[in-house]
């Protein structure tokens, strides 16, 4: 099963940084393989996102999430609802020296052909979306 699991401290409170990452609507500012983001209704439990990422060939795939858990300034989680990969991730915030660590977690269970043929694209782009959060920490510790 791909697994992906990174943490980061960032240089600013645990409530910015929770509030950032709790919207999907700012990951357009962050990772780069998202076309599209759309929140559909108010930021809560059960909250949809409409997602369409880069895939083969320069089309977009359809990548819609659902928010499964908030708990202000701690965690936010989330499952994949369309796709041909749903993954489940969250983020995890812990005051640390100097600012907020942020641990950002993706797993996806792959079965028969897809395991076979989309075992390891999908833990590269699992692994990107790692390295991404340094993008988010830039951001976030300018200000923008």
Do not use: C
């Not at 992906?4 to 401290?9: D, G, H, L, N, P």
């Not at 950032?20 to 962050?30: C, G, I, L, P, Y």
């Not at 983001?37 to 089309?59: F, H, M």
Request: proline share 8%.
């Amino acid at each position: 099963m791909p697994h992906a699991q990174r943490t980061i401290v960032i240089a600013r409170p645990p409530a910015e940084v929770y509030a950032f990452f709790a919207d999907a609507e700012n990951d357009k500012s962050w990772r780069p393989g998202v076309a599209l983001i759309r929140r559909e209704g108010p930021l809560a439990v059960g909250t949809r996102y409409t997602q369409r990422i880069a895939g083969p060939g320069g089309r977009q795939v359809a990548a819609d999430v659902e928010i499964t858990e908030l708990d202000p300034d701690t965690r936010v989680a989330f499952r994949g609802v369309a796709g041909p990969v749903r993954p489940e991730g969250d983020y995890s915030f812990v005051p640390a020296e100097g600012g907020t660590a942020v641990t950002f977690t993706l797993d996806a269970e792959l079965t028969g052909v897809k395991k076979l043929l989309m075992a390891k694209p999908v833990q590269k782009s699992m692994d990107a979306e790692m390295a991404n959060l340094d993008k988010a920490k830039a951001l976030l510790e300018s200000g923008g």
